[in-house]
């Protein structure tokens, strides 16, 4: 059997992490074992769907790298072929005409919740046949009566729920549109659908689309309900919690390789291994290995496996995911030194592609100040004659590399009878602006010898300044 998986999330908002997730081991699931994956987008709640919401959902999966085998499909462009199948079911006298108003419905409801009971509908236009003309109606399925639907779920064994606790279904509303429940049965069925992996708040979903699938006479596929993921507070993930949507750890600065790998390890394991390439997690990746306990949201862990792999990742990978960060801060890479060659000298200073590029910029622009502090301990006017120094060494070099301005600095330090920071400090607030930068020899040969002959003019004249005030 070919396996086929699908993700099927509902366009009223972002894609959350939780969706990310669900989706994540669906896509796993199939190419681990070389089937396929199908993305679905369930907008049969016409108000609340939305084409933005769409887009968010396509973005997401796209900078994650869950690239769909087929769709994406809308089930609002299938809605006549689920009435097909509702009217087969009406022929059939598995289904039937349903003619109670709602607030018939809600006080019968209410009269059940007062006694106790679970509120459900009582089969009521079940065996009539006396439609009242021009009314509307709905159509309901009929759920069997007596027995039980038993699944083998993935995640948390075998399910056995009663069909007289399931009451019948609406499977098209009196509008003439068809219900969640019925569209997700007839395109699981009709996709191929093999393995249906989806959140837990579905579990109560699935014993009524087994028993249409069964009066379908369609193939049952095999379930995975996964818990849900809470915040660190122990309460259900939310806003509160911070950054919930995945395009948003892509605002914040995060990598996709990181957001998977820590969204992989939201209930699966293997072993005590944390880091997982994709590659890996395909190789190893299995739904009977998903733990049914909730987990937690942990965002430190996350920035740590996020400073991971913008240290270990070649430097041209974290770069095309860095460049979305310096457009976003308007700053304009073209005119300066390769992005990937910038990233190398700066991964191991940053948790975040965000922060990456704010402590960048002086790479490719001017600064238009000094930072205050840097400037106050080291463009003193004891730190003039040792500028202009190191300018005329760094000027006279015909080999612009970093042994060679390495040399430079130290032979001026030399020269002068001064300690290394004496040089290096008031020539790092010179060429960056700010007290801080990687070491000066790979810092500098990323600039241009134009460049840090203008800086440390910028210096001299700011002492200068400084001196006669």
Same mark, same amino acid.
């Given at each position: ?6 993700f099927a999330p509902s366009p009223t908002g972002y894609l959350h992490v939780g969706g990310a997730r669900t989706a994540l081991y669906s896509w796993l699931f199939a190419k681990s074992q070389g089937g396929k994956f199908v993305l679905r987008i369930e907008d049969t709640d016409l108000e609340r769907s939305t084409d933005q919401a769409k887009q968010a959902i396509l973005d997401g999966m796209s900078w994650l790298g869950l690239e769909h085998d087929e769709g994406p499909f809308y089930q609002t462009e299938r809605f006549d072929k689920y009435n097909q199948y509702i009217d087969q079911l009406l022929e059939k006298g598995l289904a039937y005409r349903c003619y109670m108003k709602s607030e018939e419905l809600d006080a019968i409801r ?89 959140? *837990? &708040?579905? #579990? ?8 249409? !699938? +069964?009066? =379908? ?122 992005? *990937? &060659?910038? #990233? ?8 975040? !592609? +965000?922060? =990456? ?113």
């Open positions: 059997m070919s396996v086929v998986t699908r209410e009269e059940q919740e007062r006694k106790g009971e679970k509120p459900r509908y009582p089969g009521t236009w079940r065996e009539r046949t006396d439609y009242p003309e021009d009314a509307p109606y709905a159509i309901r399925f009929k759920n069997p009566l007596s027995g039980k639907v038993v699944f083998k779920d993935h995640v948390r064994g075998e399910i056995s729920i009663s069909n007289e606790e399931l009451d019948d279904l609406v499977i098209r509303r009196s509008d003439g549109a068809p219900t969640y429940n019925f569209c997700v049965v007839i395109d699981d069925w009709e996709m191929g659908i093999t393995h249906v992996v989806r959140g *837990e &708040d579905h #579990i109560n979903n699935t014993p009524r689309q087994i028993n249409i !699938l +069964k009066a =379908l006479d369609a193939p049952i596929p095999e379930y995975a309900h996964v818990s849900m993921i809470l915040g660190d507070d122990g309460k259900k993930l939310s806003k509160r919690h911070g950054a919930v949507s995945v395009m948003q750890y892509r605002d914040d600065g995060y990598l996709p390789q990181a957001v998977l790998n820590y969204l992989v390890r939201l209930g699966w394991s293997h072993g005590d291994q944390e880091v997982f390439i994709v590659d890996e997690m395909i190789e190893l990746f299995s739904l009977d290995n998903i733990s049914k306990s909730a987990s937690a949201f942990n965002t430190e862990k996350l920035v740590w496996l996020n400073q991971h792999y913008i240290k270990s990742l070649p430097a041209k990978e974290v770069a095309e995911h860095a460049k979305w960060h310096f457009d976003d801060q308007g700053i304009d890479v073209s005119n300066g030194p390769a992005l *990937e &060659d910038v #990233i190398a000298v700066q991964s191991e200073r940053v948790e975040t !592609l +965000k922060e =990456l590029a704010q402590i960048s910029r002086y790479f490719y622009e001017d600064y238009d100040e000094f930072d205050a502090n840097a400037a106050k301990k080291h463009l003193r006017p004891v730190a003039k004659a040792n500028l202009i120094a190191v300018k005329d060494a760094l000027l006279g070099l015909s080999d612009w590399s970093s042994r060679s301005i390495q040399e430079a600095i130290n032979s001026t330090a030399e020269s002068l009878g001064v300690g290394m920071g004496k040089v290096g400090m008031p020539l790092r607030v010179a060429v960056t602006g700010s007290g801080n930068s990687p070491s000066l020899d790979v810092t500098l040969v990323l600039l241009t010898k134009a460049q840090v002959e203008q800086r440390i003019n910028k210096a001299i004249e700011f002492i200068e300044n400084r001196e006669n005030s």
